[in-house]
C-alpha cells in the first residue's frame, strides 16, 4: 500500500504498522527476530497515525508527562508528547544523564542493564506514560516503571508500538495498564 493510497482509504492501522515494520533476522546477535521500525517511521502516515493512535487511546488533558525509553523510544514519545500537551523525560542508559540521577538494575538474557532518569524529573503525582517500540520480555519498561515511581511520577500507563507476546512481557508489568498498538 502507498501512503497516496492509504490516505484516501480508511486507515487500517494495525495493517499498516504490520506492514511498515521489517523483520531482521540474527540482528544485532543470531537467534534474534529484530522488529525494525525505521520504515514506519520514514512513512509519515504510518508515524503519523501511531502517534494519534497512542494519544487518542489517553485522551488530552490525562498526562503530565511522557517517557521514552533509549533510543528509539524517544522518537515516538515526543510527538506523543508534543500532542498531549505533556512534557518529554528521558530514561536513558546508565552514564549518559548529565545531573543527579535514580538507577534500576534489571536482569538481560545475558548480563545485566543499568538505567536511569533524573531525580527532579517529576513533581510528586504527576501522571506519566511510558513509551516504547517494543516490548520483548518486559524487563526494561518494568524497570522504567520502577524508576518514575520512585522519583515520584504516577505511572498511567504504558504504550508500545509492537508488543512480541510469545514472551509474556506483560506478566512483568504487575497491574500497569499495557496498550499495544501491534501484537507480534
Ligand atoms: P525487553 O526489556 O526484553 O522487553 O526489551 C525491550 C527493549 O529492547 C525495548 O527498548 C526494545 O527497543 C528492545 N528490543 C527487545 N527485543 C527487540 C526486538 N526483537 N526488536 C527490536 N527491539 C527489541
Known sequence: MTSEQVASAPLDLGALIAARVRDIPDYPKPGVLFKDIT???????????????????YGRGTVDKVVGIEARGFILAAPVAYHFGAGFVPVRK????????LEATYDLEYGT??????????TPGERVLIVDDVLATGGTAA??????????????????????SFLNGRARLGDLPLHTLVNA
Open 39 to 57: 520504515p514506519l517511521l520514514a512513512d509519515h502516515v504510518a508515524f503519523a497515525g501511531v502517534v494519534d493512535a497512542i494519544v487518542n487511546h
Open 94 to 101: 546508565k552514564g549518559k544523564l548529565p545531573a543527579a540521577t
Open 113 to 122: 542493564e543499568t538505567i536511569e532518569v533524573h531525580q527532579d524529573a517529576f
Open 143 to 164: 524497570a522504567t516503571a520502577d524508576l518514575v515511581r520512585r522519583a515520584g511520577g504516577e505511572v498511567i500507563g504504558l504504550s508500545v508500538l509492537l508488543e512480541l
